[in-house]
């Protein structure tokens, strides 16, 4: 099993900077693929940004170029740098593992952005 835990939500202006992390209970080295999905209000869940232990990433159309996910090995932790921040970036941020053939799921963090 893996336990996921999201931080560095919060409050932020338009064209304002986030850091999300998701720290993973077990050495994410052994987790092929990790990611961040968002959801907002009424909406569906949508992918947002993923990354493989080869560290290929690949992310959605509406924040390509101004989100980045990386992973830090040492820390197990996955992190979602996420800039020039649009008011649309706001929803609940979740990170997900894929692991032994199954997902999981954090608990969220929620992401604000004003105008």
């Known amino acids: 099993q893996v336990q996921l835990v999201e931080s560095g939500g919060g409050l932020v202006q338009a064209g304002g900077s986030l850091r999300l992390s998701c720290a993973a209970s077990?050495?994410?080295?052994?987790?092929?693929?990790m990611a961040w999905y968002r959801q907002a209000p009424g909406k569906q869940r949508e992918l947002v940004a993923i990354c493989t232990t080869g560290g290929d990433t690949n992310y959605a159309h509406s924040v390509k170029g101004r989100f980045t996910i990386s992973r830090d090995n040492a820390k197990n932790t996955v992190y979602l740098q996420m800039n020039s921040l649009k008011p649309e970036d706001t929803a609940v941020y979740y990170c997900?593992?894929?692991?032994?053939?199954?997902?999981?799921w954090g608990q969220g963090t929620q992401v604000t952005v004003t105008s």
């Open positions: 077990r050495n994410i080295l052994s987790i092929n693929v």
């Open positions: 997900n593992a894929d692991y032994n053939r199954r997902g999981y």
